[in-house]
């Protein structure tokens, strides 16, 4: 801020200079014993009424960056969990569905039960512990979001199929362990998780139904557990017409 302020308090009395200079000398030259002091006035009223201004605007300019990021932040961010809001990671899934890879849909098991029981902090203190998790279960090259309520999506970008296991069992084995204890209640918090891959002609509509009909599975099949359609093969899938 400094830099920039004064850049511009130099720059504004330089040119200020240059023109009476030129003006004095070129123009009027019977004034020239008058030059000092003219020179002076062009050098001292910048400095008092440029530094000044050229400070405001930059604090101007940089409130208005601030706004401009937390108005992004909002967008971006979900505020109770710190992950992807939906529309943000779908819209970004959708723009880097070509790198191939995996989608994980990933819902809190009997969460309705949870708040009803120990009320909503807990609820909401559970889905902040899911968030946490699932940041710190994937890779740093995956996309995190809150799909709603207490359902999460993952984005696992250019992984392999010998990958989803790996990533999984981890998402499971956390959020088994940091949920045992939420607080003061011994929740037992566990997660159920449904998968799809990206495939030859997937759109995002394909590729959470997908997730969507594989996660439908994991909880009718006891929850705590992932489903993924080629590591379950003897797993039905439901029959969406008659949920």
Excluded: C, W
């Excluded at 009395?13 to 008058?34: I, K, N, Q």
């Excluded at 937390?70 to 970004?92: I, M, N, P, Q, W």
């Excluded at 029981?117 to 994937?138: C, F, K, Q, W």
């Excluded at 984005?155 to 499971?172: N, Q, W, Y």
């Amino acid at each position: 801020m400094a830099t920039y302020t004064v850049g511009i308090t130099i720059s504004a009395t330089l040119a200020s200079a240059a023109v009476v200079y030129f003006a004095m000398v070129t123009f009027l030259p019977f004034a020239r014993p008058f030059l000092g002091f003219a020179m002076t006035l062009a050098i001292g009223i910048p400095i008092l009424i440029a530094a000044p201004v050229a400070y405001l605007a930059l604090r101007l300019m940089q409130m208005t960056q601030r706004g401009v990021d937390k108005l992004e932040d909002f967008v971006k961010f979900d505020s109770l969990t710190g992950v992807l809001t939906r529309h943000y990671f779908l819209e970004s899934v959708r723009t880097r569905i070509g790198e191939g890879g995996f989608l994980f849909l990933v819902d809190a098991d009997h969460f309705k039960a949870i708040n009803d029981t120990y009320g909503h902090d807990v609820g909401d203190e559970v889905l902040r512990l899911i968030g946490a998790a699932l940041n710190m279960a994937t890779p740093e090259t995956a996309l995190v979001g809150r799909i709603g309520g207490e359902e999460f999506a993952v984005f696992l970008p250019g992984m392999s199929a010998g990958d989803v296991t790996r990533h999984a069992e981890a998402i499971k084995q956390l959020i088994a362990a940091k949920g045992e204890t939420v607080g003061e209640y011994d929740i037992g918090l566990t997660v159920s998780i449904g998968v799809a891959e990206i495939g030859k002609g997937s759109t995002l509509t394909i590729l959470m139904k997908e997730a969507d009909e594989n996660l439908y599975v994991a909880k009718r099949s006891g929850r705590n557990r992932y489903v993924f359609s080629q590591s379950d093969p003897g797993l039905e899938k439901p029959d969406f017409k008659a949920v």
